[in-house]
């Protein structure tokens, strides 16, 4: 059996398949130790399962699942993983912004005797300031309002032992946010910090639309503060629109001719009562439509073809 097993998901990455390998075989010759390179073609539109296909015959390590369709990252993330062998797993994505070259050193610390090693970004090469914004705030608002401890800064750029990817495989749970489940599951965990350079080739994947998406489906999967919000909204409303009726009451009996008396200060409640109820609604829609997905039961993604590793 490999020691360790390597997962990569892939979309339209056929730009960088080439380098990735490079320095992924580079990496996995210096270890002299059996392991498996596992891709995971997410319904790529470009030559990627073409290119996946060349590697595996040139390189019997060189395993791959081509997902039927684009399921997006985290479930191509958890395919492969549902496909590993080995007593470590590492995972990182495809663009090379997460380096091969720190896999000798999860490995190590693996060896100590932790069980998830993850990478925790310092810095972010040629991103643009909006995203870094972004990326600072949530990871900061998410560590404060999830139910368990997510390391700030921390993507899925991972290795995690046997025990944890059985336990992440056996979760029914469709919504994955895998580094909140990474976090969850428990055991001993350590960061392994380290500078993040700009994607090899090609163009970013995640977009900024993908990335709140992720954002939400994170703090929706770790935390119920946005079902509590609502309470908190309604109980400000109460409390506002009886200091408002006070203060009626006042104007009317003390200052009639008021010019806060009048149908601006009646639209004004109106509007605000609304936008409390109506987001209110969307916060209960967002959780509703979480246990809808969960009760269909659907299997996580359908695969079109897959070829295991074989030298083990």
Request: one cysteine or more; hydrophobic letters at 45%.
């Amino acid at each position: 059996m490999p020691e360790y097993s390597l997962v990569i998901p892939i979309y339209n990455e056929a730009a960088n398949i080439p380098e990735l390998y490079r320095r992924l075989s580079a990496v996995m010759d210096q270890l002299e130790v059996p392991g498996e390179l596992i891709l995971v073609n997410d319904g790529s539109s470009d030559r990627t399962i073409d290119l996946l296909r060349d590697l595996s015959q040139q390189d019997r390590r060189v395993g791959y699942v081509s997902l039927a369709r684009n399921f997006g990252h985290q479930i191509a993330v958890t395919a492969g993983l549902q496909q590993t062998k080995g007593q470590a797993i590492i995972v990182l994505d495809a663009d090379l912004q997460d380096p091969p070259e720190l896999i000798p050193e999860m490995l190590r610390l693996w060896r100590t005797g932790f069980q998830v090693v993850y990478a925790q970004r310092t810095r972010r090469h040629k991103e643009k300031w909006l995203k870094k914004l972004l990326a600072f705030v949530f990871y900061r608002l998410l560590k404060i309002l999830a139910d368990v401890d997510i390391p700030t800064d921390t993507g899925d750029f991972c290795l995690m032992d046997r025990q944890v990817v059985d336990l992440l495989n056996a979760m029914p749970e469709r919504n994955r946010y895998l580094r909140g489940l990474r976090s969850w599951v428990g055991f001993r965990q350590t960061a392994l910090l380290f500078d993040r350079e700009p994607r090899f080739a090609g163009e970013v994947k995640y977009t900024l639309a993908k990335s709140l998406a992720l954002a939400l489906n994170g703090l929706a999967s770790f935390s119920q503060v946005p079902l509590r919000l609502s309470i908190y909204l309604g109980l400000f409303s109460a409390a506002l629109s009886i200091g408002m009726a006070g203060l009626v009451f006042y104007w009317r009996l003390v200052t009639p001719r008021s010019p806060l008396n009048g149908t601006a200060t009646i639209a004004i409640a109106i509007f605000f009562l609304g936008a409390v109820q109506l987001f209110s609604i969307g916060i209960l829609g967002e959780y509703i439509g979480r246990i809808y997905e969960e009760v269909k039961g659907r299997p996580l993604y359908t695969i079109s073809e897959i070829k295991q590793s074989t030298d083990v």
